[in-house]
């Protein structure tokens, strides 16, 4: 991705003095904008049990968390620099979640198994984290906005779980629709996550492709994986993805996305990957079926509760829009002790 064409790649706060010392248990965080900080979310894997780092399967989780770090285990550098973390908790702020339903027909096998799943899954949320819930194929539609009632968040899901569609499905425009819903709606102070239910089998987002299969999103209004991108980045958004296959999945991606002849299009226009996406936010991707997708759900709400909010005041005053990299790592004594590790977050941010 073109870094220059991004947003603001981390939540900017401004945090109270009180946020100075780690907070823990169920403290509540109170922010106000005397102190600009910059916050970024982490989780911290086994590196033998997933496949970390940028690649095809980036994020992959099959191992269990490390739940138990404190502040003193992590360093922060912005462009290669050591800051001084000044914030730092785990599942103290609230969440605030929205559901991205895929509604093409390769995903609609596991649509109602999820729909029977999603009210005791959606247990492992605290009273205080809401959510919202959107499909989308070409185009997007909110369901139902964010609200801390898990039973009517439940009964969304039910209700997506009933809809199709016959248009492409445009990743891209999902993700932005998403995550500009998080902006408009969403505390800016709780921690945004869009977890995604796909097969990750998207189409090319082309004019063509549009025209065809599209119709829904209005000509010259179809947004790229690059405009994706800004807005996540923009709205501090992490994306995790729960990747569900079918049969239809595999078959249209051997006549689509391993099909050599769609290279060309393809790097035309970047039809979106959750893997990208995941990679770039610092999310997790977690595979489920048809048979354990509920529990699955409840499996990816429960990794975001061992996620670390850390915060950093940048050392160096920088030209606004100046692109700083980002490295979140475990401090030399704590990756002796705890071995081989991959942190998740997202690669940098925008002044």
């Known amino acids: 991705m073109n870094r220059a064409g ?14 100075q010392a780690p907070i823990s248990g169920h403290v509540q965080a109170y922010f106000r904008s005397q102190v600009e900080l910059v916050m970024v979310d982490a989780q911290v894997l086994p590196a033998g049990k997933q496949k970390g780092g940028q690649g095809a399967e980036a994020g992959l989780v099959s191992g269990r968390p490390l739940d138990h770090l404190e502040r003193r285990d ?15 908790s785990q599942n103290s702020l609230p969440l605030s979640v929205i559901f991205l339903v895929d509604l093409t027909d390769s995903v609609r096998p596991v649509l109602k198994p ?12 605290k009273p205080s984290d809401e959510a919202a819930v959107m499909v989308y194929s ?15 968040v439940a009964a969304a ?34 921690r945004r996550v869009i977890v995604w239910l796909t097969d990750n089998v998207p189409n090319v987002p ?37 990747l569900a296959r079918s049969a239809l999945s595999n078959f249209m991606t051997v006549m689509d996305s391993k099909n050599p002849m769609m290279a060309p299009v393809r790097k035309k226009f970047p039809p979106g990957d959750v893997f990208h996406y995941a ?28 996620r670390y909010s850390i915060g950093f ?3 160096e005053e920088r030209p606004a829009g100046t692109y700083c990299e980002l490295k979140v790592r475990l401090t030399a004594e704590a990756a002796r002790r705890e071995g081989a590790v991959v942190v998740r977050a997202r690669h940098g941010y925008y002044r």
């Open 114 to 125: 999820l729909a029977s799943g999603a009210l005791k899954a959606l247990e492992h949320l």
């Open 279 to 306: 990679d770039e936010t610092g999310g997790v991707v977690v595979k489920a079926n048809k048979e354990d997708i509920g529990w699955r759900l409840a499996e990816l709400i429960d990794l975001l509760r061992t």
């Open 6 to 19: 991004k947003a603001a790649a981390v939540w900017l706060w401004g945090v109270a003095a009180a946020a």
């Open 206 to 242: 082309s004019e063509g492709t549009r025209r065809e299969h599209g119709q829904s999103v209005p000509a010259g209004q179809l947004h790229s994986e690059a405009d994706a991108m800004r807005e996540l980045d923009g709205t501090g958004s992490v994306v995790c993805s729960l």
């Open 313 to 315: 005041r940048p050392s």
């Open 138 to 152: 070409a185009s997007a539609k909110l369901v139902s906005g964010f609200t801390r009632d898990h039973k009517r």
């Open 74 to 88: 992590f360093d922060i550098l912005e462009d290669g620099v050591p800051q001084e973390i000044t914030y730092f």
């Open 157 to 190: 899901i039910a209700a997506a779980s009933r809809m199709k569609s016959a248009e492409a499905a445009f990743f891209n425009e999902g993700v932005f629709q998403a995550a500009a819903e998080l902006g408009r709606s969403s505390p800016p102070n709780n």
